[in-house]
């Protein structure tokens, strides 16, 4: 979302459209996700849609293609040196390249 269309709610403008499509085609729960650690700000603002409605999910962690992700994980590494950031892989974050 480009800052300058900030007044125009486009965040709004996709939840809105995103939960009418469930709707229409059947679906009962919308889940935004969580935050990146629990409690915070980004969990609160999702939370603040249904403050009591929490429903468990569960994610799992595949990788299908071993040899395309540590392909990923060194241009991500490379990427960032070239920017002189250094990039310290996180193992408990999946995946690992975007961290």
Known sequence: TLSSHFDKRPNDLLKHEVIRWGQEHG????VLGGGVVPE??????????????????HIRRIVHNESMYKNL????????RSNGNEWALREDFFPIYLS
């Not at 994980?73 to 960032?80: A, D, I, L, T």
């Open 27 to 30: 679906f009962k729960y919308y």
């Open 40 to 57: 915070d700000g980004i969990y609160q603002y999702k939370r603040s849609f249904e403050p009591e409605g929490i429903h468990p999910f």
């Open 73 to 80: 994980v060194q241009c991500r590494n490379e990427y960032e």
